[in-house]
């Protein structure tokens, strides 16, 4: 029987996390290391209050964890690198009536030399055996963050990612495809060329797809809309709305294309932001949507509330984590209800 992953906005029994503990993530200063942790919290305590969470705690930030937390949240120690769970964990799928976990090879994003990957190459693993679900093994270098489906077999991904000779060197995308098949029931791949600047330069992860465009129930595609020509990413995003538009889903009706904007502010301190609406966590009865202070702030939680009529929409301020390499999409994963 085929594979299916389900789609996020699908009820959920769980959501799982990985709490900041050590290096960039943390921080250099205890100030940064407090700024890490309550956002982390901000977004963990907002979804435990709508279902269960459990949270990978290295045992040495169990303490900190503790003192931040809500208490109803599950802590399960395990070491760790980085706090990216939606990356490093499984991706939870229905195996014929029968919920499964798809590990993932981890190797830090195509094995940058910033990264660090012997623990967390281990994680997904270690949430499939506390949660007593069955592991399904996977030869290909992938990351959550690198697919993203409408739970009907349509799948987005980036060339830059399940290609990347740091990842997968040699792959063909008929053998990208073949793999995704087998591992979550994908009967169409859209291709899209590349991902966002800033998440294609040094510390990025060389073009995850939850940046820069989504499924919604309703059918549509969200796509990050940078309307600003100074961006770089103003091309992008031309060229993605494009594709995109080009394309068809696994039943072959063509994409419907809604524009998500891109925050006004262009850059920080290191260069070009790519701080993305499109990275919000969909959960049971609400989302969880990125804030950045921004004057387009309100007009994205307007598109987010017509996507997901009848959830609650939680702005959590998320540019610690972009400054830290992510967005709140990249720290959560959902374990669907069968």
Not at 57 to 78: F, G, K, N, Q, T
Not at 271 to 295: E, K, M, R, T
Request: charged share 25%; hydrophobic share 40%.
């Amino acid at each position: 029987m085929t594979r299916r992953m389900p789609a996020e906005w699908e009820h959920h029994t769980a959501s799982w996390m990985a709490w900041p503990s050590t290096g960039y993530t943390l921080g250099d200063t205890e100030a940064e290391a407090d700024e890490a942790r309550r956002t982390w919290a901000a977004v963990a305590n907002a979804i435990v209050a709508r279902e269960p969470l459990t949270m990978l705690v290295a045992p040495d930030a169990v303490p900190a964890a503790r003192a931040w937390l809500d208490p109803r949240i599950v802590l399960l120690e395990a070491p760790l690198d980085d706090a990216w769970f939606r990356d490093i964990g499984p991706t939870f799928v229905d195996d014929g009536g029968t919920l499964a976990g798809i590990d993932w090879v981890f190797n830090g994003w195509g094995a940058q030399d910033w990264a660090r990957w012997d623990h967390d190459a281990l994680a997904a693993t270690t949430a499939l055996a506390h949660a007593d679900v069955p592991r399904i093994g996977s030869p290909m270098v992938n990351e959550g963050g690198g697919i993203h489906t409408d739970g009907r077999g349509t799948f987005l991904v980036t060339e830059t990612v399940q290609r990347d000779p740091g990842r997968n060197p040699g792959w063909s995308r008929a053998r990208v495809e073949d793999e995704l098949a087998r591992t979550v029931g994908a009967r169409m791949v859209i291709w899209l060329p590349r991902g966002l600047t800033r998440d294609s330069e040094r510390y990025g992860t060389r073009g995850h797809v939850d940046i820069v465009a989504c499924f919604t129930p309703g059918g549509e595609v969200l796509v990050h809309d940078q309307r600003d020509p100074a961006h770089p990413d103003h091309e992008v995003s031309a060229e993605l709305r494009d594709v995109l538009s080009a394309s068809v889903d696994a039943d072959g009706r063509p994409l419907s294309v809604v524009p998500l904007p891109a925050p006004a502010t262009l850059r920080d301190s290191e260069g070009w932001v790519d701080w993305s609406y499109v990275n919000h966590y969909v959960l049971n009865g609400a989302v969880i949507a990125c804030a950045f202070d921004d004057p387009h702030d309100d007009e994205a939680i307007e598109v987010l509330a017509a996507a997901y009529p009848g959830r609650e929409i939680v702005r959590v301020d998320a540019r610690p984590l972009f400054d830290r390499g992510g967005g709140i999409h990249c720290i959560t994963q959902q374990q669907p209800a069968l």
